[in-house]
Structure formats: C-alpha cells, structure tokens
C-alpha cells in the first residue's frame, strides 16, 4: 500500500464516529500502560490524567448513541434473518442489554454533573459495566458459534475439491480469520469488563493499571485493524 492510498484509508477511519472512537480508546489504554509501568511519579499522574480525559470523551460521544442503537434495535427485531432461535435469541438479549447500557450510562452521567438528582453514580458505573460484560459475553458466544458454522462449510469445501469454489473458498477463510480476531478482542474485553466491577467476582478490580493498559491497547489495536481487515471481506 502506497503511502497516498494509507492516507486516504487514514483519513476514511477518521471521518467515521466508530473509526475516532478505536484511535481515542487507543491512546486511552496506551496512556494506561505507560502510567503503569513507568516510575515517574509526575509522568505517571499526567498519564492517567490524559487517559482519564480520553475515557470522559468517549463517554460523551457515546450519549449520541441512542437513535442508532434503537434503529439498529428494530431493524434486528426478532432475529428472523438468523439460521436458528439460539442464534436470534442471543441477537435480542444482547441489544435489549445494550439498550439497557445506553440508559444507564447516560443517567450516571447527568448525575455527574449535577443536573439530575436521586442517582447513584457508584451504582450506575457497576450496572454499566455488568451490562457491558454481559453483551461482550453473548457476543462472544454469537460469534463463536458463527466461527464454528464457517469452519464446518470450509471443510465441505474442501472435501469437494471443486475450482469453481476456490475463490469462495478464499473468502470463507479470509471471513474465519476475522471471526477468530475477534473472539480474541471480546475475549479481552471480558478480561477488561470483570475487572471493572466491585471486588468479589473473579479479578474484578484485582488487576493493576499495566494490566488494565495491556489489555485495552491489545483490544484496541485488534479493533483498528479490523476496521481497515473488513473491507476486504
């Protein structure tokens, strides 16, 4: 790729909402990691301070996530384009969570600036991110089960040795590596999700900032290559 045709790729990303959010949650977990492992006190707190700002701006954007997550709500309705009731009944349990997050979150964050009285802040960020951990997990499960369907037709694929298929073929595989990433990045997200609720589950609030760091660039860096890895499906 020319240097030319990476910028306009660049800038592409850019100019889509989903595209700035994985370079802000980037350089978010990536100031984590740093703040982690560093032992410089004075570079640490400005750190954690970059990453801290970086978090409340992706908070912010996210409050203009309601209309499309309802109009991608409806348009889901019952799952009746899925192959089976597991699948579209994982599909509606998780946008109804989703759904349910946007609520939540967006109740903490009046509460946080006073313009809303008689929320628990605490309360709100433990349900956001008991509500995001369970989205990730269905998640998880969905796409697994989408990896294992895949798979299964390769191999009939192959079996028939046909080259007429060879170019379909090339796509199933191409369609299971991006299937296997991201198993890997909600697998992360899983890790990231528990350690985000109140001691007493699993590692929840058990891992240090490096870890935290770690896991986040990972998922992140994973998210921005399947932006650019998605076109080519």
């Known amino acids: 790729m020319n240097s030319t045709k990476m910028m306009d790729e660049i800038c592409s990303m850019l100019d889509t909402y989903k595209g700035r959010d994985k370079v802000i949650r980037t350089f978010c977990y990536t100031s984590r990691l740093i703040a982690g492992l560093t032992s410089n006190k004075d570079l640490e707190r400005k750190l954690m301070s970059v990453s801290k700002h970086l978090s409340a701006t992706r908070t912010t954007l996210r409050l203009m996530d309601d209309i499309p997550a309802i109009k ?38 009046l509460a946080e600036y006073g313009l809303i009285s008689g929320v628990d802040q605490t309360k709100c960020g433990t349900l956001t991110s008991a509500c995001w951990l369970a989205s990730v997990y269905l998640t998880l499960i969905r796409t697994t089960k989408s990896l294992l369907q895949t798979r299964k037709i390769i191999e009939e694929l192959k079996i028939q040795n046909e ?18 990433i991201t198993c890997i990045r909600l697998s992360l997200d899983i890790v990231h999700a ?24 990972l998922s992140s860096v994973l998210g921005l290559y399947q932006i650019f890895a998605k076109k080519n499906l």
Do not use: C, H
Request: charged letters at 15%; glycine letters at 8%; zero cysteines.
């Open 72 to 109: 991608s709500t409806l348009q889901y309705g019952l799952g009746k384009e899925e192959n089976n009731f597991f699948m579209a009944t994982l599909g509606v349990t998780t946008n109804t969570i989703d759904l349910i997050y946007i609520v939540i979150e967006k109740l903490g964050w």
């Open 163 to 180: 080259p007429q298929t060879n170019v379909f073929l090339q796509k199933l595989q191409a369609k299971e590596r991006f299937q296997i």
């Open 194 to 217: 528990v350690s985000t609720l109140p001691k007493g589950f699993l590692w929840s609030s058990s891992l240090k900032t490096w870890q935290v760091g770690v896991v986040g660039t």
